[in-house]
C-alpha cells in the first residue's frame, strides 16, 4: 500500500499545505507565509479535519511571531497571544484547534527568560510535535481500531476523518490503513457528505490512492447499505467531544448513529486525546459552525434553489453518547459509560498530576 499523504508539511523553513479545496482535480499545495494566510487557510477549508487545524494554527503561530522584531519577550508574548486569539476566530467547532493554541503558548509561558530568538524556535519545535504527536496517535487509534473490525468485510464512513485530516493515516480511517498493511483489506463505503463533498471529493480520493477498494454512494443512501448488510460497522472521526462522550462530527453523523442501531450496526468514532473537551459536561455545549447559504443553495456556481429562499447550513451536528459503541482512541477502547472511561483510559496520568 502506498503511504497515505501528510497534509501538512514543514520544508526548508517553509509551510506546506495540500489545498483541499482543489482535490479531486488536482494535487495542489500552497504555501502559507503568514498568520493571515493561514487564517484563511483554515477558514475556506484548503486544510480542514480536526487535528489537522491544530497542526495548522501551531504553525499559524511561528508564522505570527518568525520575523517579528520584538524588543523583548514580553512583546513577544503579546504578539504571541494577538495571533492566537486571530487563528481562534477562523472556524469554532474542532477544538483541536483551541488546544493547540493553548498548548504552544503555555509552553512559551514555562519557558520565560529564554531570550527572544529561543523563543521562537520553541514555538517552532512544539508545533512540529504537535504534528508528529498526532501521526503517532493516529497510528496508535489504527491499532486499537483494526481489533474492533478484523471480522468486517466492509464500513460506512463520513465525511473525511483520513490522512488529509490529521497529520498523516487520519482517525476513522487509519484501521483501515493498518489492516491493509496486514494483508486485510476492508471496503469502504463513502458518504459523499453535503453540502462541501468531504466524503466524494477528500475520502474517495485519498483512499483510492492507497489502493482500498471504494464504494461512493450519496448521504441518502446510507439507509440501504445498511438495510442490504453490505456494512459491518459506521466508523466516523470527531470534531469536540465532551465529557459524557457526545460527539459532534460534520452534519450527517447523528443520522447515520441513528440508522446505524436500527440495523444492529456498531457505531464508532474515532478521535485523539486532543478532541476531547471536558470543560463541556455535555454537547448541548459544542459551539456549531453555521455556514454560507451559497454551500446549500449552489453547485459550484450554479444556483440550485430558488434565490432568496431560507437556509439552515450548520457545519456540525452532536451525536448523543447512547448511539456510540466505542470511541477509539490512542491510548486504547474507550467503552460506556464514557464519563468513566474517559478520565480511566484516555486522562488517569492528568489526573493524577
Ligand atoms: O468541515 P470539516 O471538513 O473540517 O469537517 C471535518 C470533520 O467533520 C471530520 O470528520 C472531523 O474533523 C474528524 S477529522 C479526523
New binding site residues.
Partial sequence: MPEPVSPIVWRDGELEIIDQTRLPEELVFIRPRTVEEVWKAIRE?KV????ALGIAAAFGLYLAIKDFQAKGEEELCAQLKKAADYLASSRPT?VNLFWALKRVQEKVARAQGLGVEKIKELVLREALAIQQEDESMCLAIGRYGAELLKEAQAILTH???GTL??ARY???LAPVYYLATQGKVLRVFVDETRPLL?GARLTAWELKQAGIPVTLITDSMAAVVMQKGWVQAVV????RIAANGDVA??IGTYGLAILAREHGLPFYVAAPSSTFDLTLATGEEIPIEEREPAEITHLGLRPIAPQGIAVFNP??DVTPHHYITAIITEKGILRPPYQESISQVLFKEAARQ
Avoid at 48 to 51: F, H, L, V
Avoid at 236 to 239: E, K, L, R, Y
Fill in positions: 477549508l480542514r479535519g480536526a487535528p474542532a465525511c473525511n476523518a485530516a490529521t487520519g482517525t476513522a468531504q466516523v472521526g470527531a470534531d462530527n460534520k457545519a456540525f
